[in-house]
């Protein structure tokens, strides 16, 4: 059973920062890529970051490019999003997301099996 605990999430003005983090089980952290997606009110779910199991490959959704940045500290078996220069439209729930495939941690993630609680984060203008 892969096991996945999200935290960070909260409410931020526009133009501050916030730092999601998920823990994984220590054998899902080694064996997986990890990723993050989101999904706002009456939108379709949307990757917005993954990080290979090497921590050599990294995407960016293209609305979150500069401004957020994916890391994996093997140590402590835990996957970051650190998200600066929020603004309302990045208010959502954020999900964290573990896959075997890298390709399935980008798009809408449909075949990404394993995920976290999510966490709200809420920008305000």
């Known amino acids: 059973q892969v096991q996945l605990v999200e935290s960070g999430g909260g409410l931020v003005q526009a133009g501050g920062s916030l730092r999601l983090s998920c823990a994984a089980s220590?054998?899902?952290?080694?064996?997986?890529?990890m990723g993050w997606f989101r999904q706002a009110p009456g939108k379709e779910r949307e990757s917005v970051a993954a990080?290979?199991?090497?921590?050599?490959?990294?995407y960016y959704g293209d609305s979150v490019k500069g401004r957020f940045t994916i890391s994996r500290d093997t140590a402590k078996n835990t996957v970051h999003l650190q998200m600066n220069s929020l603004k309302p439209e990045d208010t959502a729930v954020y999900y964290c997301?573990?896959?075997?495939?890298?390709?399935?941690?980008?798009?809408?993630?449909?075949?990404?099996?394993?995920w976290g609680q999510g966490t709200q984060v809420t920008v305000s203008s």
């Open positions: 220590e054998r899902t952290f080694s064996r997986y890529h």
């Open positions: 990080i290979s199991m090497s921590g050599g490959i990294i």
């Open positions: 997301a573990a896959s075997q495939a890298m390709i399935f941690l980008r798009g809408p993630g449909s075949q990404v099996r394993y």
